[in-house]
């Protein structure tokens, strides 16, 4: 917006995970306006599909809702996955690529062979900074399974139809999750 400019960001408030700050903007008449800007750490998503076209995900308690969420295999982009800065999501050394691989196989105990990237997701964009990239991974290997202490994971396995029933139903509510899944409804004859 022509006439619209950044004057500040002050931080409010540190979390474990989020810093939560607010920024002051001048509108074109001169006018402050305040905003709060969230900024957490970028991350990735998969959404695993094995040899018999059944969908993997994983189930785990979320705080966030106080109860058991159906969700893809996802995870923080971590330090010593910036091997580039390239925002080429399909590059096999970008660190979304590699943050994906590394969910994938610590959640699920399975290594994607090929992974395909559908789009990066921001969940409140006049809020958070945090991007998620959401693929999808074929040609599955067995790895060796390794959550963070504090995940407790169940695998579930599921036909499309199935997955797509969860999302209408509300059995799946995360947005990551229902990209993959609609996305890979409209691609998996094109893959």
């Known amino acids: 917006m022509e006439g619209l400019s950044f004057k500040n960001r002050e931080l409010k408030y540190k979390g474990h995970r989020v810093k939560v700050y607010e920024d002051t903007l001048v509108m074109p008449g001169g006018e402050e306006v305040y905003y709060d800007y969230v900024e957490n750490r970028n991350g990735s998503g998969v959404l695993l599909v094995d040899s018999d076209g059944k969908l993997l995900f994983v189930k785990q308690y979320r705080n966030v809702t106080k109860d058991i969420d159906i969700e893809i295999p996802a995870g923080c982009v971590e330090k010593t996955d910036y ?13 979304f690529y ?38 999808i991974g074929t040609d599955l290997k067995t790895g060796k399974e390794n959550p963070d202490p504090d995940e407790f994971i169940d695998v579930v396995r599921l036909s499309l139809e199935e ?27 094109k893959m």
């Open 163 to 189: 997955a797509v029933e969860y999302v209408y139903s509300g059995k799946i509510n995360d947005s990551k999750t229902i990209i993959a899944i609609l996305a890979y409804k409209d691609l998996k004859d």
């Open 98 to 135: 590699l943050c994906a691989l590394r969910e994938a196989e610590e959640e699920t105990g399975f290594i994607p062979g090929k992974l395909i990237f559908i789009n990066y997701i921001i969940a409140a964009v006049g809020l958070f900074s945090e991007r998620t990239a959401v693929y």
């Open 83 to 95: 091997k580039t800065s390239a925002d080429d999501f399909s590059d096999k050394e970008n660190a």
